[in-house]
């Protein structure tokens, strides 16, 4: 069997959605192909044909990602990939891997990034898991703060179309600390906000936070209705919820737990050090699980390492093994001094590792030490992964609060 992959036309990009949600087991309505079309790249927007049948499909956004020191580095946002249950297996996700990927080399992207259907699937392309991020279920009657929280500011219901430059500008300012966190403008903030799921059909509310007349926080929720015998337990479901300051935080999240008529609270997305743990009298009814979150690809070692800013100064060198994008293979000086340069080298290794753990460890999310216990990186130095985690350590856990 022949399979051509090559860029969709304009008029193909219906066909193409389509037989993206075939391969999820899904049909799209016409206004999930209209947001489609308002942020697809046709330039890199794969798909694999049989003969004129569309059989896979892959995709490229071109995002810009928060990384630690608090650059915004070029990163191919990797997305709509799919092969339809006809195609499965037969290697046509991975010859679009391989365009995807080579085109974002082409392009000067050091980072390419994903959200995962399931996790086994990208490691083998040298994505590694470089955020946990945690679900809630907390029951509202058991949300108590502890006593040192006193409310403040002031609650403003929106519309979220109204909101959308409210958020957007919250957003950028609560993102400034968060490796990992993707800039979002007006447009790629309703792309964010629009609901493929089973709970399309409910309304958005739109909460924001003020503190002396300027925006500080918001929450974006639904609300799913049950109401057994009578009795309301209903469901608040928060799609985001961000805030600049830590008061705002808290007010943001009592607003959201004291809504009328709802039993339980539940949120997925959020941070893997979520403040609320430690704002909850009671934080083991959080019920926080966390899970993989981000998955992030180094397309260009070098550039990806000198763009991040460092905990701490120091000399490494690394010693990376990368089948799927050899380009990045062999050893790297990485040297932090007043900026971070990083650089071919004939110097021996003090850590060896495959390109999937190097990138699960560039936003700070997981330590070195971790990967080492599981017997993914090789130390052959003495204080070597001391030295690797004091340097890419972060004070706040990578989060991307908004999928894509
Ligand atoms: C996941 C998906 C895109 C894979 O496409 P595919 O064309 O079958 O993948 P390939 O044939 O290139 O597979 C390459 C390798 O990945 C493995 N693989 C593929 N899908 C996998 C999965 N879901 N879990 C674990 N491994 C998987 C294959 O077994 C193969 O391994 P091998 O080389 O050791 O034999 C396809 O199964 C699909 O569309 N699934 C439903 C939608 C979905 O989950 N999309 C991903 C969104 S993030």
Redesign the pocket.
Known sequence: MDVEIRTIAEHELEAWARANET???SEPDPDDIAREREVTELDRAFAALDGDEIV?T?AAYSLRMRVPGGADVATAGVTM?????S???????????RRLLDQARERGEPLAA?????A???G?FGFGMATLHGSIDLETMRSTFVPAYRPSGRIRLRSLEEAIPTLVEVYARARVERAGAIELDDRRMRYALHDHGEDRRLPYFVAVHETDGRADGYVVYKVKHAWPKGIPSNELMVYDLQATTPQAYADVWRFVLDVDLIQHVTAWHRPADEPLLHLLADPRRLRLTLRDGLWLRLVDVPAALEARGYAAPGRLVVEVRDAFCPWNEGRFALEVGEVARCVRTGDPPDLLLDVDALAAAYLGGVRLHDLWRAGRVGAAVAGALELADRMLATDAAPWCPMAF
């Open positions: 391969a999820f087991g896979g892959a990939v799919g092969v339809k249950p195609h499965r297996r037969r290697g046509i996700n991975s010859a679009m891997m994903l959200f995962a259907s399931e086994p699937i990208y083998r």
